[in-house]
């Protein structure tokens, strides 16, 4: 069965470092998401993404924050200059259907 | 914008009872979309169930079933037979008919004990 898949799993980085996480959408998918989960807490949208273009973003998904499909399978988060409150579980989901969206197993960023 | 709300941040049940998690929402639309996520220890979100707004009748799928009461904006989700693998957090979610977001509610850390 076809899945969603990021990497890395986890990735470690010093305050002030660009990070880039990636995802694989399913392939026939035509929307992509990121969100991000703080440890204990819910977990939020960051940004939505459709026909190259971003269509829906939150307020968390600020200028430090970029979305791009670089090639026609991977689906990249930049974050520019991370802060420590950046620390999250992110993850990126897909979808084809009007509305399930699969997630996949998530990046786990630690900023020290 | 949409709220969603899980009043019960722990439960437990002894395998092969029955449990419920609730939820609740809130929204002006009347077409929208609720969901149950399952996330493991390995935190990875799997899709439980689904419930389309205008659909009357409630959910199902296996051991999983839902009590959509559409005038109270309740979305409860009932697992019956509960097993060992069913210990997870469990989250509750809404999609409006016009947006692409999903809105998840602060979860239910769902403890099933032998």
């Known amino acids: 069965e076809p899945e969603v898949t990021q990497t890395p799993s986890h990735q470690v980085t010093q305050m002030g470092q660009e990070v880039i996480l990636r995802c694989v959408p399913i392939?026939?998918?035509?929307?992509f998401y990121w969100y991000r989960q703080i440890l204990g807490q819910k977990v939020e949208f960051l940004v939505s993404f459709y026909n190259n273009e971003i269509s829906e973003k939150s307020e968390i998904f600020d200028d430090q924050f970029s979305v791009e499909r670089p090639d026609g399978s991977n689906f990249t988060l930049k974050i520019r200059s991370t802060k420590l409150e950046d620390s999250a579980m992110y993850f990126c989901?897909?979808?084809?259907?009007?509305?399930?969206?699969?997630f996949g197993p998530g990046t786990r960023l630690t900023v020290l | 914008a949409q709220t969603v709300t899980q009043s019960q941040p722990e439960m437990s049940v002894q395998e092969a009872e029955t449990v419920t998690l609730s939820c609740t929402y809130d929204t002006s639309e009347n077409n929208y979309y609720l969901f149950w996520y399952k996330q493991p220890p390995s935190r990875q979100m799997i899709l439980v169930i689904r419930q389309e707004a205008y659909k009357q009748q409630n959910a199902t799928e296996n051991r999983f079933s839902v009590n959509f009461q559409k005038a109270a904006k309740s979305f409860s989700l009932k697992i019956s037979d509960s097993q060992l693998g069913d210990t997870a957090m469990y989250f509750c979610?809404?999609?409006?008919?016009?947006?692409?977001?999903?809105?998840f509610g602060g979860g239910t850390r769902l403890m099933v004990k032998p």
């Open positions: 989901a897909s979808r084809v259907a009007p509305n399930e969206q699969f």
């Open positions: 979610a809404f999609k409006g008919n016009a947006g692409n977001m999903l809105t």
């Open positions: 392939s026939n998918h035509l929307y």
